[in-house]
């Protein structure tokens, strides 16, 4: 996928992304199923990876259907507090230092987990779009269409990197110019949809010129 121009701006997802994460991520989900006595398949658990937790528990089937949802949230906060906190992707640190245009933070978490995992270069983000800014979470595009708005450059213009479909989905579409997968998560196969896969950040600053 060809861009006329270099990037307008870099609008990067956090979780899987930016943070090395999923993994656990996916150890609070086991530790939540195994407390409420349910089976927590690989499947199941790649479900809720790049959605807000709460948008999954209310609107996919499972065996959390019919349950009070705050309840559950309120308990895997409770568990994620019970484990390390993860730490930076590699290329991570880099690509934020080379990077010379606008940046966006487009994450399903909150301002506070953004700024656990991150911590100061949170700051080098000229817009963070979160899950308490949106209606509509990933896959939907609006929190991609609002990091643009917010920048104030077109979604055509931008790249955005992420590792899981749903935001690969919300990427496209908004509209985004060149959206880049990151295997690990998922695999190649699964990222298919993006404009470009690749294999670490190390890849992403090519990509910002056409």
Known sequence: MSMPEPAAALLLDLDGTLVDSEGFHRQVFRNW?????????????????????????????GPWSGEDVPSMLAELLSAMNALPRPGLAVGAEDLLAVARVP?????????????????????AFAVVVTRDDVTNGKPHPEPYQLACLRLGV???????????????????????????G?????????????????????????????
Do not use: I, K, M, Y
Request: charged content about 15%.
């Open 103 to 123: 940046l966006g933070l487009v994450t399903s978490a909150n301002t506070a987990w953004a700024r656990t995992c991150l911590g100061d270069l949170l700051d």
């Open 154 to 180: 077109p979604a055509g213009g931008c790249v955005a990197v992420e590792d899981a479909p749903a935001g690969v989905a919300s990427a496209l579409a908004a509209g985004v110019g060149r959206v880049v």
């Open 182 to 210: 990151v295997a690990g998560t998922f695999t190649r196969q699964q990222l298919a949809e993006a404009h470009v896969v690749v294999d670490g950040l190390e890849a992403v600053p090519a990509l910002l010129q056409p």
């Open 33 to 61: 199923f195994a407390s409420r006595g349910w089976t927590a398949t690989d499947e199941v658990l790649a479900g809720f990876t790049g959605r807000r937790a709460d948008d999954v528990l209310t609107h996919s089937p």
